[in-house]
């Protein structure tokens, strides 16, 4: 952890020595990444200690534009390595502007969540206020009255998904036009540093689970599978670090242990297997694995600060396996896919009434139950509501 003085480096320690400015996405991080300890471990204290950063940091963010609440000036790495790059450049296509004021945004909503956290009601309500007239400026400036996004790139219509920047009545035609880019580009992405790790979340949370999956089973350049093919046993900065001839794509900045594209973990830990916090350290947890595509089945455990947490679904013909693991002293919302409850099993006996399970019933195509910590193993037919 870091105390912020006027800006965010690119890296801490600040190795060019001053030489440097800041980044949106980059110097988000004073933000996000607190918030993100936070939910992982629900210890209060790394926000009470960097609340004072986080907050100088949006305020930092408020002074450079033209407009308080949009992002439009100064230095930004923009959407790193985007593959819609113009030839030369490292940077992609997704305006500049666009992804500063989006972070800006997202920024903004976190410090507004953590003011609420640490009882601060007024900072609340301010960045609750600031964060309402940064995204109506950002869709007056990058959004057409009929829904249209200014940005055409995948990473565009990626952010403005997830960090809710398009009106409601808007998001089916934003996710549309997110898949068509996809198809134009044979069912491959092209996003970079920032877009990446958001794409798959994206079109999971907006009903396009099938086209997550595709790109992740994609098997050549670009694509994760195209780099364990080719040997890799860790995440590289360039999808294509090593060509389909074997040679390196450049002797310079190629590293082949780099995080970013590796976020795909997130996915597959909240989405595949369907682990997800839904209280501050994983006191209570979300289960809703999202099995499509070619798999069979997925397995993930994680440990939390109450114990292991487990997830495994297996396809079984016409129905489904699923294992869960809910440590000691937390609990759970399960959500069983393609599921009716009356058609479910815990351990051969009829889930209703079954030890732990709290209470359950339908929603949409799955089943949703509440359960106490425990083991259990729910068997099902497949059902096509």
């Not at 607190?34 to 907050?55: A, F, H, N």
């Not at 491959?188 to 790109?215: M, Q, W």
């Not at 973990?265 to 694995?289: F, M, N, Q, T």
């Not at 009716?340 to 209703?352: F, K, L, P, T, W």
Request: net charge negative.
């Amino acid at each position: 952890l870091f105390v912020l003085r006027l800006f965010v480096p690119f890296t801490i320690p600040d190795v060019s020595r001053g030489r440097t400015r800041s980044s949106a996405v980059w110097g988000d991080a004073a933000v996000i990444c607190p918030w993100t300890v936070y939910t992982c471990y629900g210890d209060i204290r790394v926000l009470e200690e960097q609340y004072e950063s986080m907050k100088k940091w949006v305020e930092y963010i408020r002074r450079q534009g033209e407009d308080e609440f949009l992002w439009n000036t100064g230095f930004h790495f923009g959407d790193w390595l985007g593959l819609d790059a113009k030839s030369g450049s490292y940077v992609g296509a997704t305006p500049k502007d666009f992804i500063a004021t989006a972070f800006y945004a997202y920024s903004a909503d976190i410090l507004s969540k953590t003011a609420g956290v640490l009882g601060k009601i007024e900072d609340k309500a301010e960045y609750a206020k600031l964060h309402e007239n940064i995204v109506d400026s950002f869709r007056k400036e990058f959004i057409t009255p009929s829904g249209r996004l200014s940005a055409h790139t995948q990473t565009g219509h990626v952010l403005a998904l997830r960090f809710g920047l398009v009106e409601e009545k808007h998001r089916k035609r934003t996710v549309d036009a997110l898949v068509k880019y996809i198809e134009e580009n044979g069912w491959h992405l092209t996003t970079g540093f920032v877009g990446t790790p958001y794409l798959c979340h994206v079109l999971s949370e907006n009903g396009r689970n099938d086209i997550a999956y595709k790109l992740l089973l994609q098997k050549d350049c670009p694509s994760w599978l195209y780099q364990v093919l080719k040997g890799a046993s860790t995440i590289w900065e360039h999808w294509d670090g090593v060509k389909e001839d074997g040679t390196f794509r450049s002797p310079d900045m190629n590293s082949f242990n780099h995080y970013s594209y590796g976020a795909i973990g997130d996915w597959l830990y909240r989405s595949v297997a369907g682990i997800d916090a839904g209280a501050p350290g994983y006191s209570h947890i979300w289960i809703k694995p999202r099995p499509a595509g070619g798999l069979e089945y997925a397995e993930a455990c994680l440990e939390s600060m109450y114990g292991r947490i487990r997830s495994a679904w297996r396809k079984t013909g016409s129905g489904m396996e699923v294992d869960v693991d809910i440590p000691a002293n937390a609990s759970a919302t399960i959500v069983l896919p393609y599921a009716e409850i009356d058609n479910i099993s815990e351990s051969g006996v009829g889930v209703i009434g079954a030890d732990g399970v709290r209470q359950c019933g339908n929603m949409d195509k799955d089943a949703r139950l509440e359960v106490g910590s425990g083991c259990y193993k729910f068997k099902y037919d497949i059902v096509n509501r």
